[in-house]
């Protein structure tokens, strides 16, 4: 544990909850306190007592293109120079509407917010007011913000009514909040037939990054898009993760699947706090002030977050995502090679320029799959790469992220410490 960031830590648990503004941040997961940041350039970060690490993590997504890009940074900086909030309508909120528009194929019209968190929680509300109804069906293990209907924790059996996730959460407000394990198209087709005229919408991640990496199986998506078709409930794609890391037009783009609404979050801010929802414009027509479902944010299009996003997004539709996956791919076969030549049960899924590693006997297909890991086994992997310089998620249940700033030697180096880890 590096001495500035103890000191930090102490102070910061003085006067913040658990020290840190989100709890996952407090490496609680890995048995481990917290490295405080001093600055990140392309795909290196550098804590508090100057320490190097190659980040695999990415701030949980965002930074797709590397910390302190250039022309990202730039932007920003001009953007400041203008004034940092204005209230009221400004170019850069159309081209970045614009930019998202044109990158996923399902939408036509978007609505920024400051957060993740917000983008679901307003599809959720505008699913229910387009369509009068009162349900949603999540999926255990995808997390979609922190939104009161989907901090909900599984009942009994499947698909069943949900209880509280989290103190605070009233049983009413889950008591519309449906749960069906991940990849399990029965169990979603069973809560169909016993609430399908309730059921206002299903969310999912299309590809889960909450629970590790979890893949959507064949046929998955296809079979909610059918469900939810048929029986009029809305498909509400969370692209926070997969929006343009997946592919640049997203998990939709990628597998083909046209959902009702989608949210966005992470990269489309470049590193500021941005979020999105959108879809058909016969949807978001619903959205106040066009519509009647109420949605609103202060710093909504942020002159400052939409130049870093338009920044991010400009630059990214020129990258090679097809090379960068292929990196991606290859690191993460030999991190399962070097670590199953040590004994241990592994795999290592990856998609895209993302990657995890369970430490199972058997491949994850579901949260009950990763919560079955040896999660000691990932906790004395997560230090030991930590004390040589590598910063991973803290947490088995999160998925490691590669960005375009990534370089050979990065990966030699991650893979050189994944060789010498004693288990
Ligand atoms: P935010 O409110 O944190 O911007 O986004 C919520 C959210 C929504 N949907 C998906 C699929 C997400 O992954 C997230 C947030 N992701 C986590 C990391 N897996 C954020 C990290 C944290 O909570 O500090």
Redo the contacts with the bound molecule.
Sequence with gaps: MSDRSSELFARACACIPGGVN????ACHNVDSEPLFIREAHGSHIVDADGRDYVDFVLS??PMLLGHDEPTVTRAIREAAARGTSYGAPCAAEVELAEAVIDAMPSLESTRMVN????A?MSALRLARGITKRNKVLKFIGC????ADPFLAAAGSGVATFSIPGTPGVPEAVVRDTLLAPYNDLEAVKAAFEAHGDDIAAVIV?PVA??MGLVLPKEGFLEGLRDCTRNHGALLIF?E??TGFRAAFGGAQARFGIDPDLT?F??VIGGGLPV?AFGGKTTYMDHVAPKGEVYQAGTLSGNPLAMAAGLATLRLLKMKDYDALEAKTRAFATQMRDILASQGVPVHVPTIASMFCIFFSENPVMNFADAQACDHDLFTSFYKQMREQGIFMAPSGF??GMVSFAHCDNDFEKALDAARKVRF
Aim: proline letters at 4%; a negative charge; aromatic letters at 8%.
């Design positions: 989100s709890p996952v941040r949980w997504g957060s993740g968190t917000e679901t997390y979609h913000g922190h991640e990054a909450n969370d926070v993760i949210t979050g992470k979020g999160e998925t």
